[in-house]
């Protein structure tokens, strides 16, 4: 049983709620606040005053001292601040862009709408003052506030602001019935000025910035949400609103009055101001939105209109250069456009223009005048000396033109190349537009393969002698540019190979540049495509080192006829050399073999001597001589003239002529007949067996030309026929020891209709042969596909060489099916299965 005598607590004495007094504190903390007010703070004792908002707290009564701190606010506001701000916004009536008065100026506007917006920051800054007094005053009140999770004293006092004097509304004002709220006065005397400080009238940016911030530090309710601000709610989406109709007009009046190169400086312009705006007048949150609003109305809405304007639009600004205009649109189409869609299509279709402008423009020149003859390479060697310039002849026409589209098309890629790099910033998009436009446009002209490289030729042969490695390094890199934007890579070999061959073989170039250019097409184009050019190089090499040891094997026999004629020997590796350099072209006339010339005694027994030096360490190898690529030096005897006693002509003359072989061959016919003999075409042809055609050629190049014309031809006419007599020139004179005569077949010149279209069915023979290896190695690996896969992966894999046709593939599937490299699948024609 538990004992009676345990001890009770204590009862503590219950405490009077109101023991403090409410009442007495209420009016304490009352007087306080007029004092605040009425910017009587200093005389105030803030530790009574805070004990007094204490005490009331801790009786339980803080939220009855809350409504109170409320409705004296609420009654201050109507009593001391509302009349002052009618009267205030009364009046400032011109400020008032609500109601758009036609007699203010915007002088007046700007005058009275500054003198409303310190009025209302002066009650602002008032009342925040107050309101942070008071809220330092009842700092425990705010504790309890927090919490029990309930707006806070400050937050609620200062929302009162936001209550009762910006959604004050005013009537009557200038006899309108309509209420006018000052929110909605505040937001459109800011708005206001900010087009006058568009315009370029002079603003307070501060002022502005003040009543723009008062809006940051208001919020649509008292809980203080962040997305709730004034400024957020309200005020920005009004000022967007209202810039998108500035913008919008005036971008309609610069398209009116103003040209494309003013419309871009005067956007970027705004874009900057517009930015500075947001520190100085408004809000850095707004910056991103109010930018938006510029690219929408400014660039993206008449964009199209001003790059189309004539004389200032996009093709005005890439015909004259105009690069800062260029990067200003780049700029601002960067903004709206991550991809550049707009720039990008403009740049191709005008690239694609130019590119078929260079095409007319050299359609409709004409090359025949003499001007042309610096353009038109070595159109005919040995024309130097003369006296005056002459026209050109229709081969030499072609060459220039030639020279002149690739000149044209690279400065064409150096013009926007200065663009990509001072206007568009390398940008990658733009570059790859480019690159795909000037490829285009070069691989619709049907001689691109061609012309290229006759230009690499032209530039090799007479364009390097003498210049610098950077020159060089410059003609090295076009080369490369040209080459890759080549699309029929098999047809540019089959032109340069012949060109290298000549380049070669008349010592026209300098080997180490020929080279460095031919490694970097196999770092572009890989090895398959140079494999051929290399042994070219090897067989040069191999050739220097077998003449010299040729010589030093005649030296050693001690044989002097052989020593008085030197044989410098190329010995060429058939499939290395194109198929015109190694006189394996088609016969024409029944014509006999290139191979079959006849070459005079001492050059068959020079012949016969190196044929058995060569054959001393190689057994089985079989050569062939070329004489329509080689060359000679003579040294040619011109007695005096009887009967002359003064002239050149009055004594001995000795020259050195450098000449075709078939020439020398021609020439030494002659040392056997007397002065007043001659010899006609049909005996000379017999007597060398010449094929007709390059006899031709030989003799028109040492009868035709004054300055060339060893041969006398009767008639003198300026072309050979079969009919024509040729005797020694005895009254041959030249100021030149040294000569050298036209070598016609070393020329490189652009091909004629049907020479193309021989080169054309030779190519495209070479390509059905590469289009069916490709096939077997395919199935060869894949045993079985279809053949739409069989087609993709075809022209996937000869893509680097050319772009193979369908119908092409398709015929050569089918000739490989004849041949039975494969079969057709059985339920599915359309299918193919690999046979070993």
Request: proline share 3%.
């Amino acid at each position: 049983m538990a004992s009676r005598n345990r001890p009770r607590p204590i009862r503590r004495p219950l405490i009077n709620k109101d023991a403090g007094g409410f009442d007495q504190c209420w009016a304490t903390l009352q007087s306080a606040m007029t004092d605040i007010h009425n910017k009587n703070a200093s005389k105030l004792s803030f530790e009574n005053l805070y004990r007094a908002s204490y005490k009331i707290t801790l009786v339980k009564r803080g939220e009855e001292l809350f409504e109170k701190v409320k409705e004296f606010e609420t009654e201050w506001f109507h009593k001391h601040i509302i009349p002052g701000v009618d009267e205030l916004v009364r009046n400032n009536l011109p400020s008032i862009a609500l109601i758009q008065l036609a007699t203010s100026s915007s002088h007046e506007r700007r005058e009275a709408g500054e003198r409303l917006l310190r009025g209302i920051r002066k009650i602002w800054e008032d009342h925040n003052t107050s309101m942070n007094l008071i809220a330092d005053m009842l700092m425990y009140l705010e504790r309890s506030c927090v919490e029990t999770k309930q707006a806070s004293v400050y937050a609620t006092t200062i929302g009162l602001f936001r209550d009762h004097i910006l959604k004050y509304g005013l009537k009557d004002v200038d006899g309108s019935d309509q209420p006018f709220i000052i929110m909605d006065v505040v937001i459109a005397v800011v708005l206001d000025l900010i087009n006058m400080d568009r315009d370029g009238d002079i603003v307070d940016r501060n002022l502005l910035r003040d009543i723009t911030g008062m809006l940051e530090q208001l919020y649509e309710t008292d809980e203080e949400k962040e997305n709730e601000k004034l400024y957020t709610t309200i005020f920005e989406p009004r000022f967007l609103a209202a810039s998108e109709v500035f913008y919008k007009a005036e971008c309609e009046k610069l398209l009116r009055e103003s040209d494309a190169g003013s419309w871009l400086r005067h956007t970027r312009r705004r874009l900057l101001e517009e930015e500075e705006r947001c520190v100085t007048s408004v809000s850095n949150s707004t910056k991103d939105n109010i930018a938006a609003v510029l690219e929408k109305e400014l660039i993206l809405a008449k964009m199209d209109e001003f790059l189309a304007m004539e004389g200032s639009g996009l093709k005005a600004m890439v015909d004259n250069d105009r690069e800062e205009d260029l990067g200003i649109l780049y700029q601002l189409i960067s903004r709206i456009d991550k991809s550049k869609n707009t720039l990008k299509t403009s740049l191709m279709g005008r690239v694609m223009e130019l590119g078929l402008e260079i095409e007319q423009t050299l359609k409709n020149t004409d090359f025949s005048a003499p001007a042309a003859a610096g353009a038109a390479g070595e159109g005919e060697e040995g024309a130097e000396g003369a006296d005056k310039p002459k026209a050109l002849s229709p081969v030499a026409q072609q060459t220039a033109a030639a020279i002149k589209w690739v000149d044209d098309v690279l400065k064409l890629k150096g013009k926007f190349d200065s663009m990509l790099e001072n206007c568009f910033s390398n940008d990658l998009i733009i570059q790859s537009a480019i690159t795909k436009s000037f490829a285009d446009f070069i691989n619709m002209f049907d001689r691109g393969a061609e012309f290229v490289s006759l230009f690499i030729d032209d530039s090799l042969k007479r364009g390097l002698k003498g210049k610098s490695d950077e020159d060089a390094e410059v003609v090295l890199q076009k080369a490369i540019i040209l080459v890759r934007y080549l699309s029929d890579r098999d047809l540019f070999e089959r032109y340069y190979q012949k060109h290298l061959g000549r380049r070669l073989l008349h010592n026209k170039s300098e080997i180490h540049i020929e080279k460095e250019l031919v490694r970097r097409m196999r770092a572009e184009l890989g090895n398959h495509f140079t494999a051929k050019f290399e042994g070219m190089f090897k067989d040069m090499e191999l050739s220097k080192d077998l003449s010299t040891n040729y010589k030093d094997h005649i030296r050693n026999l001690g044989d002097d006829d052989r020593k008085s004629t030197e044989l410098a020997i190329h010995v060429l590796t058939t499939n290395f050399w194109p198929t015109d350099v190694m006189g394996r072209g088609v016969l024409q006339d029944g014509d006999a073999s290139r191979s079959d010339c006849i070459f005079p005694p001492s050059i068959k027994r020079l012949q016969e001597s190196f044929y058995k030096f060569y054959c001393q360490d190689r057994s089985g190898r079989v050569l062939t001589w070329v004489p329509s690529t080689g060359s000679a030096d003579i040294k040619c005897f011109f007695p005096k003239v009887p009967g002359k006693e003064s002239g050149p002509l009055s004594k001995d003359r000795r020259y050195e002529l450098n000449v075709s072989t078939y020439g020398m061959i021609v020439l030494m016919l002659f040392n056997d007949l007397a002065n007043d003999e001659s010899l006609s075409f049909e005996e000379i042809q017999l007597k060398t067996n010449i094929p007709i055609p390059d006899l031709t050629k030989t003799l028109t190049s040492l009868s035709v030309p004054p300055k060339f014309r060893v041969l006398a031809k009767e008639p003198l006419t300026k072309s050979v026929k079969p009919t024509d007599k040729f005797s020694f020139n005895a009254q041959f004179v030249s100021k030149q020891i040294k000569i050298r005569v036209p070598v016609i077949s070393s020329t490189s010149r652009v091909e004629g209709t049907e020479e193309r279209k021989e080169t054309e069915r030779k190519n495209d023979q070479t390509r059905a042969h590469v289009v069916d290896a490709a096939i077997v190695r395919i199935m060869k690996q894949r045993k079985e596909l279809s053949h739409t896969q069989l087609t993709t992966e075809v022209i996937s894999q000869l893509s680097g060489r050319f772009k193979p046709e369908i119908s092409l593939i398709k015929k050569r599937i089918e000739d490989l099916l004849a041949r039975e490299y494969l079969e057709r699948m059985e339920g599915d024609t359309a299918a193919y299965r690999y046979l070993a």
